[in-house]
């Protein structure tokens, strides 16, 4: 079965501190993977996928196949990236791209 | 605001009475998607539409659910006969067709069924 896992609800650093949020995959072929975001009251949007193997708002995330992960990362924490944060995928085994599959979410705390 | 919109945000009902919710895509999408969101999950697929035609269903999506697109513009949810089990999220979202095409999320509707 195709399924998302993100093991952490709450990650909680201090500015300036790297963060890694976690997302591991099961799926049979090859999935597109996705982080989506969710501010304080806006609504979800697309962080980045992992076929444009770009940086945005100095988060990156790498697909590793062998691990089937796709983990995002950022050195430096700011403040503004508190957030929620799901992993997701897609592709033709679960139903045809842009039907995401979500994980559970992490929430990410920033403080001060 | 030219985003997906949805109507109305929040909806308080009685266990047993119907519902229907509005979402509005961004004009240009063909591809309309509907997501359930329960307290500490992610959202969860319902329903996905291209243009008009209703491609794909959840086996979440019970016989009391129905949704529809006319005319491949803005679409509706209805559920029937409301459960507390309902309560939840309900998200839309619209795309344009093909690979890796970013879906765009409306803001949501808050189904509370007491």
């Known amino acids: 079965a195709q399924r998302v896992t993100q093991p952490e609800k709450l990650l909680s650093v201090f500015k300036g501190a790297p963060v890694e949020l976690k997302c591991n995959y099961s799926y049979s072929g090859s999935p597109e993977l996705f982080w989506y975001v969710q501010y304080s009251r806006q609504r979800l949007q697309l962080l980045l996928r992992?076929?444009s193997r770009e940086s945005i708002k100095g988060f990156t995330a790498d697909l590793n196949k062998g691990e089937t992960s796709f983990h995002l990362k950022k050195p430096f924490a700011q403040e503004e990236d508190s957030a929620m944060y799901y992993c997701a995928l897609s592709g033709a085994l679960s139903g045809g791209y842009n039907k995401l599959i979500f994980g559970a979410g992490t929430r990410l705390a920033v403080h001060p | 605001d030219t985003g997906v919109s949805q109507d109305p945000r929040h909806k308080i009902t009685k266990r047993g009475q119907n519902v229907t919710f509005r979402c509005d895509p961004i004009?240009?999408?063909?591809?309309l998607y509907w997501y359930r969101q329960t307290l500490g999950q992610g959202p969860e697929f319902l329903t996905y539409f291209q243009n008009e035609a209703q491609l794909e269903k959840s086996r979440l999506l019970s016989n009391r659910f129905s949704a529809e697109r006319p005319k491949g513009s803005f679409s509706t949810l209805e559920i029937q006969r409301t459960e507390q089990g309902d309560s939840a999220m309900y998200l839309c979202?619209?795309?344009?067709?093909?690979?890796?095409?970013?879906?765009?999320f409306g803001q949501g509707t808050r189904l509370t069924v007491v």
């Open positions: 992992h076929i």
């Open positions: 979202a619209s795309s344009f067709g093909g690979r890796n095409t970013e879906a765009f």
């Open positions: 004009s240009e999408h063909n591809r």
